[in-house]
């Protein structure tokens, strides 16, 4: 897509909460944001690794849970609960990689949704930490260079610059050397080998790097609901961010965004006329993998394509 | 001593239930290589469906029937309406099974609402049952029978019938299946109804004890993973052991570690996994 | 001389299929060796067991005097060891310089970068249109894979090996299912291969291969029949029984 596109995007994220009637929408912008990320994250390696996770949740509740816990129960500063979160969950995430990938497929698949489930559990059984069901409230939002972000729209251009920065990471990540060695691996995997690349090394860094990616947006999201409860972490939720990545267009920069954008559209503002929201996008989602499998991204290529072709 | 001999009776009786969603799953992907993740939402939906039946003024036992009938009939559909067209494309396959699943748990809660909703044993089965001076719940005890019902039947099916020689070899050896002639897009058909239908009665009939509630399916879709993880895929016995094996230990877990026990759920798959990816019984890696 | 290639005494078993019996191969630095056999006789089983796709249950394979047989495939790459496939294993989405690029990336530290374009990047750019030119295909570098032929796409597979500077390259049947034209073509790209490249080539086209090589063995059921220099290969009675038998 040409950059005059991106510009033009950019443009409209920068001015969105002057546009936006009222702090409703723009709390929505930045909740769009957040799931963004989450959906970037993911798309490393649903996406560009070829490996589907179903547990990707997990990393917003290690992050969230860890960032909160530091910051109600011992009261350290945000910047230092972050770093930690995010460190941590980045570590776990490295340690859960190396027994997902003696797996591939289906197997997969399972194992990261069972890890999944294994931190939703925890956060639901061990009560004495977690809260249990109740969660842990009561999160700040850290005040960014003096601004107090309780602002709507001071909270957006936060989330907006975290988003930025995401993207950008990301991009240059896929767009670098060691990206298209990540592709590689998800096109030909044997011929990688046979080429001298280290297939596992390499799906094992993409595995980790999503983690690191994913608790930032764990971050943001603990400090957008300054809440946190096992729900988040659930099952559905995996499945929602796969939803997204899938619908919006695997293994391209823009699809993640797109999905995320779908999705919590979709929750937020046609829920208020549709009821079973949930319904439509689990048809949408279903019309999109039987007859647009690459997305929207891709759908959209296809109608610029076809405009474009001389007849 | 009751203590063991209580937990023990609970861990048959959910050993029972999750094979009727383990069996399912295992011979749908030994099948088809297809990962059902709808099946947990099945589940739910029998039991939903029976639950309308019974308070229609109907007997459990035709609530059951209708179960078997409506959520194989949906099985059904979704196999030729949309698994059919994905042949070829596991992932996209179960992906598809994702969305249908979200349709599946949205509708039931937009049909039936967001309480759960108990369901009660019949009347010839509520109770309990004395047994070495100790009460056991009857319908626990009939959850067991009827399960292994279901099991030999299963199992009459697959090694007595030609159906079932067909569905053997084609979970073996699909390519060699079809090239003797083996009714592939059939047999493909047969089995998920089957799966699906399969789940549907599970549903129903562990409602007495699980209820039926929204997240349900959301519940039991992790843990008949683990199951088949743990049992192998496309095996009948590695679903029955597996399930009685899970039930035990679910069961034990949750009265003795009751905050561990979610947790101690997955370690047996972790660790077969890690050590025998196939699975205890399993006759193809996943 | 010492070999660059030695075979010793390598066993296979699949279940209870032995599908590599005892082979013994040795290949010297230089030399075109080939593979024959009829279908079935394990000669791919036997490049997966030397590039490292597949573990050998006993015996040993040594690259340059260096014990491999514990290696794995991407190890056996990093020491100069290239092979292409029988069926075509090409990225299918990229275009043709992207393949060869990244072939070229296998080795190089380059390929850790996180930073920077790949598509970019200079130095790779440059290696990679001499290597296409190299097998003919330089003025189709930037079609997509789709675009091209079948014939073309085997030159690739072939070019994307040669990106990896072997020393030894592995030949699975790289004539396989080409026209006639295309078939001269590409015997003409491997005659004009550097001799500082070993070959040891699987291929049915006898009237090529025999011309091309200098030694060849005589694979049956998983073991080495024969072995020696063309004549005496062909000459050997063993062979024409294997072959005129069927």
Redo the contacts between chains.
Sequence with gaps: MNRIFYIAVLAVLLVLPLILDGTYYTNLASQILIAAIFAMSLNLLVGYAGLTSLGHAGYLGLAAYISSWLTVKLGWNHASTAAIAIMGTTVIAGIFGLIALRATGISFLMITLAFGQILWGLAYRWASVTGGDNGISGIARPHFFGLDLGEASYFYYFTLFIFLLVWIAIAILVRSPFGATIRGTKDQPRRMSALGFNVWLIRWITFTACGFFGSIGGIMYVYYHQFISPHSLSLANSAEMLLMVIAGGAGTLAGPVIGAALVMLLKNVASQYVDHWVTLLGLVFIFIVMFIPGGIVAGFMRIKNAINTPK | MSFWLIQSLNSLALGGVLFTLAAGFSLIFGLMRIANLSHGAYFMLGAYVGLSVIEAGHSFYLAILAAAIAIGLLGCIVEWLILRRLAGNSLSQVLATLGVAFVIADCSLWFWGGDPRPVAAPSLLSGGVQIFGQTFPLYRIALVIFSIFIALGLWLLLEKTKLGVMIRASVDDRQMAQGIGVPATKLFSIVFCLGAALAGVGGIAAAPILSVYPGLDADMLPIALVVVILGGLGSLMGAFIGSFLIGFIYSFGQALFPDLAYIILFLPMLIILAVRPRGLFGRITA | MSPILEVSDLSKSFGGLKVTKGVNLTVNPGERHLLIGPNGAGKTTLFNLI???LASDSGSIKLNGKNITKL???KR??LDL??T?QIL?????DNLI?NV???L???MS??????????T?CA?DEKALDILEKVGLGPKANLPLEQTSYGEKRRLEIA?ALA?NPTILLLDEPLAGLSTEERETITTLLQGINRNITILMIEHDMAVALAFADRVTLLHYGEVITSGTRQEVVNDPRTKEIYLGH
């Design positions: 590039a490292g796709d794995t495939t991407a790459a990093q290239a092979r496939y294993t090409l990225f299918g989405k992207s690029k990244l072939a990336l296998g080795k380059l390929r850790w970068k996180c930073w920077g374009a790949f598509l990047e790779l994307m990896q």
